[in-house]
Every structure is written in C-alpha cells, then in structure tokens.
C-alpha cells in the first residue's frame, strides 16, 4: 500500500495554481460570481496546462488515460471555484469519457483529438422537469426518419449548455412503456434550429450557466447518435456504464476542492482575526473545530483517491464510488459550515471567498445522483435484501 502523491501529481497541482493565479485571480472570481458569468476562454489557459488529453488514449491524440490526474486537476480548480472545474469537466468527462466509452469508432476519430486539444465541450441533457433521479423516465422524445433524427421536448439544469459545443442528452426512442429499452443518448449542438436556452439563477454555483433548453423539432444527422446507428436504444446501458462510476468521483473532486479551500481560508483568519486580546486560534474552541475540520479532510481525500486508484485500475469500483460521492459531499458540507463558524460575520457577509463556498457546497449532495440514490446503490450493491 503506497499513501505518497506521485510527483506528477504534485507538479500538476502546482502548475494549476500558478494559472489560476494569472487568470482566474479570487477578484476576477467574485466578479463572475456576481455577475453569474464565468467566460468560457477561460479554458484556453487550462487547456495550456496539458490536463486535456488525460482521459484520451494516445492513438485519439491525448496522454492516456489517468483518473487520478484527472480529478486532481477537478479539486484543484474548484479550490478557486468549482464552475472552473466544471469547465474542465465539460471537456475531458462529460465529453472524452463518454465518446471513449459509448460513441462509435467514427466518433471517436471524429471527437477525441478535438476534446484532447480542449477545443470542444460537452453540456449534460439528463434532467427534464418532472425527471431528477429517475433518469430511465426521461420523455423527449426522438424519432428516425431516414437518416435524420428529429427530437422534440424540454431539458431542464443543463449547465454549460451557452458555452457547450454539444448537449449530450438522454433521450426516448422508442415505445414509452419499454422504460430501460428504449432510450438513445444524442448530441444536439445549443445552435441548432429549434434549440432555445432559457437560464436558471440558483443560490450558488453561479457562473455554471445552468439553462432550460427546448427542444422543438430539432434535427440532427444519424452520426450524432452516441454510438452511430448501432447505438440506437442503446442509452441506457452507455448511461450506465464506467463513465457514470468515474461521475461520482467527480462531483467529490468538487467538493474537496470546495472544502480544502474552505479550510485553508479560515486556518488562516484563524491567525488574523484577534479576540479579548488574543488572535482566535488560540481559543481552544477555534482550534478544535479547525482539527477537526483538517481531519475530516484528510479522511475525505482518502475516500476520493481510493475510488480513483481502483477506475484507474479498472477494478469494480460502483459501492467505492457512491461511498465516496456521499462521504465527500456530506462531509464536504459539514466542513465548509464549521470554517464558516469560525469567520464568523465575515464568512457570511461578501467580500471573503467562505459565504460563496457555503452557497456552492450545498449543490454537492444534489447533483450526480443524491446522497440517498447513493445509499439505495451501496446497499443494493453490497446485496442487503430489500424483504
Ligand atoms: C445548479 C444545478 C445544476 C445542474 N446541472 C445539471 C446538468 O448539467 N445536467 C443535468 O442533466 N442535470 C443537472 N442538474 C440536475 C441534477 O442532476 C438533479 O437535481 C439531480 O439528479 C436530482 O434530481 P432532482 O433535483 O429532480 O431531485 P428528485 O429526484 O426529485 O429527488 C428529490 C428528493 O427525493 C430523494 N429521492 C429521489 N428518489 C429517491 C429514491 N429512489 N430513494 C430515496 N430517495 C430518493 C432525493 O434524494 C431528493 O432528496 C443540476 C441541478 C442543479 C440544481
């Protein structure tokens, strides 16, 4: 058993934080916060850091695949914010894993050198408005005609769509009633005729650019089924697959980037911040919460890696993955609201980064499949009966 960091990995995290020093300064981050907008030439710069091609095989262009590097690369963004992660993700997850995984070779020749360049991005079109965890449900409907493929209905939460190249929505394409059989995973350019965003504000994660999409008539060619024709009715098992284990991982990378920052903000108010003539790290109550906050960090970090190590290794890893999706977030939380405690008025109030980590860790537990579709699968999967 090696605990060590690579010093690839240390390398990159170091190489990650210079850029965001350079680009995407905490004052450039709270001006995107406010005005609910981060610009997507951002990742040009992260794009320049080689961090694109790591979920790309050489022979489509990229460095090979890596889901340790990877989802380092997500935490050490969303330390800054995890709308910048998310622009990452929108590249080399939601768009390489996915092609990699579910598109036919002619996608893959088609997509991969793009994405593994940062080029190209991908929105996710799962939810629909009565559709949340139940994605088998979805009811956009697309129908074939002749080598066209005509789609009809309403996304809702798609973030990234403005800024997306491709929507990479869960359709139905068949029978209503066949549920798990029918169901065909498309891209739909935002552009396309008969495509309209409408964006969502939300609480936090504010600059993700989460949107409606109607979708009225919309067109796209057969090649744009994930899969080709062969993938036609295939969705639900191309949903299903990898990608969606390294999905989770994800969305805990976020969150300990949220909350590594969190912690690291207030450890050093701790030593600024003076109180009854002494600065408030000295106040037993401070340093407990502050030890505690550390090393519920260090257990949340354990989790995550683990679930890397075992995707990288291509290992069952779908009870490790929801674990750590649920342990990261939850505690993720729980941590994120103690470093609020301890700025006290000043990690509520604007002008500090804590009240905006506050407001984005909440979305955690939410997104990529909630803290209890993460129990119903752990459960499940370690096979306790359900009678
Ligand atoms: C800011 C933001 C960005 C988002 N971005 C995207 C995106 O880019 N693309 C996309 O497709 N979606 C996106 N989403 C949607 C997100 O994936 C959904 O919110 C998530 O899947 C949960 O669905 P829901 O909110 O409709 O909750 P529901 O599924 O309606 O669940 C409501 C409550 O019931 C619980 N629950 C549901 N089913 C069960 C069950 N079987 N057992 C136990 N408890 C259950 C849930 O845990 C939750 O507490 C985004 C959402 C937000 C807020």
Same mark, same amino acid.
């Given at each position: ?113 793009? /994405?593994?360049?940062?080029?190209? !991005?991908? %929105?996710? #079109? @799962?939810?629909?408005? +009565? &559709?949340?965890? *139940? ?61 309209? /965003?409408?964006?969502?504000?939300? !609480?936090? %994660?504010? #600059? @993700?650019?989460?949107? +409606? &999409?109607?979708? *009225? ?72 919460? @502050? ?97």
């Amino acid at each position: 058993m090696d605990f060590g960091e690579p010093e690839h990995i240390t390398m990159l995290r170091e190489s990650i934080r210079r850029m965001l020093e350079r680009h995407a300064t905490r004052g450039m981050m709270a001006k995107w916060d406010e005005q609910d907008k981060v610009p997507r030439s951002l990742m040009e710069h992260i794009s320049a850091l080689g961090v694109c091609g790591m979920t790309v095989p050489e022979e489509y262009g990229g460095l090979g695949r890596d889901i340790l590097a990877t989802m380092v690369t997500v935490e050490e963004l969303s330390r800054r914010s995890m709308v910048i992660g998310t622009l990452y993700l929108m590249n080399s997850c939601y768009g390489s894993m996915n092609v990699l995984a579910s598109g036919s070779e002619e996608q893959k020749q088609r997509l991969l050198p793009k /994405l593994a360049n940062g080029e190209i !991005l991908f %929105a996710y #079109g @799962l939810s629909e408005p +009565d &559709v949340g965890s *139940d994605l088998a449900s979805v009811k956009t409907r697309a129908e074939r005609r002749g080598d066209k493929v005509i789609i009809n209905g309403y996304k809702r939460w798609c973030s990234g769509a403005e800024s997306a190249d491709y929507i990479y929505a869960l359709v139905r394409s068949g029978d209503p009633d066949a549920r798990y059989k029918n169901l065909s995973l498309v891209l739909i350019p935002p552009t396309a005729k008969g495509v309209t /965003l409408t964006h969502i504000p939300a !609480l936090g %994660a504010r #600059g @993700l650019n989460t949107n +409606d &999409v109607t979708l *009225d008539n919309v067109e796209i060619p057969i090649e744009d089924v994930i899969g080709g024709e062969a993938g036609w009715n295939q969705g639900w098992s191309k949903l299903a697959g990898p990608a969606l284990e390294v999905e989770k991982l994800e969305v805990a990378a976020m969150a300990l980037g949220i909350a590594a920052q969190a912690v690291d903000d207030a450890w050093e108010y701790s030593q600024t911040r003076s109180q009854f003539g002494k600065r408030i790290c000295s106040h037993q109550s401070i340093r407990h919460m @502050l030890a505690d906050a550390q090393t519920k960090l260090a257990a949340a970090r354990l989790m995550l890696y683990r679930g890397c190590w075992l995707a990288d290794n291509n290992l069952p890893c779908s009870v490790e993955t929801s674990m750590a999706k649920m342990f990261v977030c939850e505690t993720g939380l729980d941590i994120v609201l103690t470093c609020q405690k301890i700025m006290g008025a000043y990690g509520y109030a604007k002008g500090f980064d804590m009240e905006r980590h506050v407001r984005d860790m909440l979305l955690m537990p939410i997104i990529g499949g909630s803290t209890a579709i993460q129990k119903n699968n752990i459960a499940n999967r370690m096979g306790l009966p359900k009678a």
